[in-house]
Each structure stands twice: as C-alpha cells, then as structure tokens.
C-alpha cells in the first residue's frame, strides 16, 4: 500500500490528474485491500464484467480524487 500512495500521491502532485481509477476481479480480496488502503474508495461493481482464466469474473471499480484538484465534485 506504501507503494500505492506514494506513486499516486507522485501523479497528483506532477501531473494535471484529478481522477485514477482501477478495477479488481472479484477473486482479488488482496489488491482491493491496497487500493483501499491507499485512499481508494469503492465505487460498485459491474457483474460478469469480465472473462479470465475460462471463468467469468465481477469488476470491482475504485478510485481517489485528487484533494488538491480545483474542480469541485
């Protein structure tokens, strides 16, 4: 998770980012625990979204906001 935040705090701060996104399959408890970890929030899921190792999978979408962005949501 140390990883994750630093590079996305890296991102923010040099780039013009208000937004990053990712998705986990539903296998992958472990990498949505980074995310979340990280700052990421939850958004949702879109069911069956993808087909992987001849199985279909659920998308799990999260994301963090810049909180230096101007823009407001």
Known sequence: AKCVSGFVN???QNYDIIRIQASVL???KASARVLEKSGFKYEGKSEKAFFKDNKTA???RF???NPNS???V
């Open 70 to 72: 101007e823009i407001s």
């Open 58 to 60: 659920d998308e799990h």
């Open 63 to 65: 994301a963090l906001i």
């Open 10 to 12: 890296y991102i923010f």
């Open 26 to 28: 539903d296998w992958n």
